[in-house]
């Protein structure tokens, strides 16, 4: 494809969250100043906005009423964009737009359809209505400065020139468009589950927990044999309560998800799983239901406390026969190992069940307020192409949101000077 006219044109490579929320503030902009601009959303698969569908289990958790910038990755940049676009303009973005949200207890918004559809929906009929072009099936290739310009190389050997470029195409796919001379953090998925050691994780698959999740970095005696003690020597990483989900590989879970973050191969998951009661509390516990229910096995002990398969794989931890009677001397070891049941890290679990991925453009190379590189005046990056991330609940698509429309602004106020 060739582009000539007279129009300023911009070109938004990647048409998912950060994409489409562009090119509707793109429009709604150059209609603001009653000026002209040629805007077309280039998506390399076959429709747009099939990221967005997927999300929130296909529930779309757009935003979050905290949206609190100190819970990103550079959070000095994701907070100087959110004081340039304050988290209620994006909420008033799609209030415009039409969608009604709902929030949940904890702060999540979602459309009050439940349908990430909606999302979508009112986010395409606002760029068909504001003359947002779409073409899809056009993986762009390359973008190259010529003359205060950008041409857009296409894989099907396809052209076209733009006068001002956001780059919107996810984690991954991005390095590999710009001009050299960018630092770019290598990319990988996180947000997902945990690849841990099987052994300790023997009856629990499928096993839900609500529990205190702290990440330890890799002990100083690195492959310890002392199950209670092995996050020893490593420091505490990040810290989350909620759901843990036993896998036959590992763990899942937003708690996990949100620790998965920070997560490296040799990290030690440590699982609180009896975290409204402290360890001596705990102890003193589990000696008085030893008095009470003396002839019971140590697995039955726990009941009401423990699930039994769970039990039973706090008792294998300390080496404690569960269906025989606990000794009073182990009752202490019992409570250490309930209040911190230890996984060592493999890894990241499933890639496919990853939300975004850690990594991309460094974000010194663009300005916080309006994602336009700092290289390349006209060049924008936006999303997740950029270096940032954040926990489950709305946080990575409002920045989604917030980086396109912070890029859409700016592109067209520079086209329209
Ligand atoms: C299963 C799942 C559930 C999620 N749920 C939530 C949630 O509920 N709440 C939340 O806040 N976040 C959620 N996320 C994260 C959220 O979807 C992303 O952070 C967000 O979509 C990033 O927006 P983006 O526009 O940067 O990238 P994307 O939305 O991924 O869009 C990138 C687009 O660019 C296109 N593209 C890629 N390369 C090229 C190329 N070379 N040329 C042209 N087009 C290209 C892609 O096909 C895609 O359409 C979820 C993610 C996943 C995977």
Not at 25 to 39: L, N
Not at 248 to 276: K, N, P, Q, T, W
Not at 293 to 320: C, E, K, N
């Amino acid at each position: 494809m060739r582009y000539h006219g007279p129009m300023k044109t911009l070109a938004i490579i990647g048409g998912g969250a950060a994409g489409l929320a562009a090119a509707v503030e793109a429009s709604r902009e150059a209609r603001a100043r009653s000026s002209e601009v040629g805007i077309t959303v280039y998506e390399a698969d076959g429709r747009v906005g099939k990221s967005i569908l997927a999300t929130g289990n296909g529930r779309c958790n757009l935003s979050n009423a905290k949206s609190d910038a100190s819970a990103y990755r550079n959070a000095g940049f994701v907070g100087d964009a959110y004081r340039a676009l304050p988290p209620a303009e994006v909420r008033s973005f799609f209030g415009d737009l039409g969608l009604v949200m709902r929030e949940d207890g904890e702060g999540r918004l979602y459309p009050l359809t439940n349908k990430a559809s909606s999302v979508l929906d009112v986010l395409r009929f606002a760029a068909r209505e504001g003359g947002v072009q779409e073409a899809c099936g056009a993986e762009a290739v390359a973008v190259t400065p010529v003359d205060g310009r950008f041409l857009v190389c296409f894989a099907d050997d396809g052209t076209v020139f733009a006068d001002a470029v956001v780059i919107a195409c996810g984690g991954g796919a991005a390095q590999s468009l710009v001009p050299p001379g960018y630092g770019f953090a290598d990319v990988r998925p996180v947000l997902g589950p945990l690849k841990t050691e099987r052994a300790p994780l023997k009856g629990l698959n499928n096993i839900r927990v609500r529990c205190e999740a702290s990440l330890y970095g890799r002990p100083a005696e690195a492959g310890a044999r002392d199950r209670r003690r092995l996050h020893a020597g490593g420091a505490l990483k990040a810290r989350e309560t909620g759901e843990v989900l036993f896998r036959d590989y590992g763990v899942s879970g937003i708690a996990v998800f949100d620790l998965s973050r920070f997560a490296e191969a040799g990290d030690v998951l440590s699982l609180d799983l009896v975290s409204g009661m402290g360890e001596a509390e705990l102890a003193a516990d589990l000696a008085s239901r030893a008095e009470r229910f003396g002839a019971r096995s140590a697995v039955d002990l726990v009941s009401g406390m423990l699930l039994a398969p769970v039990a039973r794989a706090v008792l294998a931890s300390i080496g404690v026969q569960p269906d025989a009677p606990l000794s009073r001397g182990r009752t202490a070891d019992l409570a250490r190992a309930a209040k911190s049941f230890a996984l060592e890290v493999a890894g990241i679990g499933d890639v496919r069940q990853c939300q975004v991925s850690r990594g991309g453009f460094d974000v010194a190379s663009f300005a916080p307020e309006t994602m336009e590189s700092r290289l390349h005046a006209g060049l924008h990056v936006v999303g997740e192409a950029l270096d940032v991330d954040a926990p489950c609940g709305g946080y990575n698509l409002h920045w989604a949101w917030t980086s396109g429309m912070l890029a859409a602004r700016n592109a067209v106020g520079r086209l329209c000077r």
